[in-house]
């Protein structure tokens, strides 16, 4: 059983990138997906969920308007498409799944991915 967060990278203040979490070993139609960051020298912060149906999104103040998160169950994979981004924005980003849905604690973790966003 395993997440694989991956599609992080270097990108200029303004830019875009689009994160992936694979699951293997387990099908993620029934989990609800979520992503989180850690910046260095903070704390682990919630950046959006989507519910199993993905008929619910939730997102943090910080990123609305700017972040989109989606799934696709028959790739058995979920994504965070991001815009606009920020210096604020740099961070490892974890994806995560939890079977009761959007909550504040996850069934399964990815790795992570860094996100960096400098000029």
């Known amino acids: 059983v395993q997440l694989q967060a991956s599609g992080g990278g270097l990108v200029q203040p303004g830019g875009s990138l689009r994160l992936s979490c694979a699951a293997s070993g387990f099908t993620l139609d029934y989990y609800a997906i979520g992503w989180f960051r850690q910046a260095p020298g903070k704390e682990r912060e919630g950046v959006s969920c989507?519910?199993?149906?993905?008929?619910?999104?939730y997102y943090a103040d910080s990123v609305k308007g700017r972040f989109t998160i989606s799934r696709d169950n028959a790739k058995n994979t979920g994504y965070l498409q991001m815009n606009s981004l920020k210096p604020e924005d740099t961070a490892v980003y974890y994806c995560?799944?939890?079977?009761?849905?959007?909550?504040?604690?996850?069934?399964?973790w990815g790795q992570g991915t860094l996100v960096t966003v400098s000029s």
């Open positions: 989507i519910s199993s149906s993905g008929g619910s999104t």
């Open positions: 995560a799944a939890d079977l009761v849905g959007c909550t504040d604690e996850y069934d399964y």
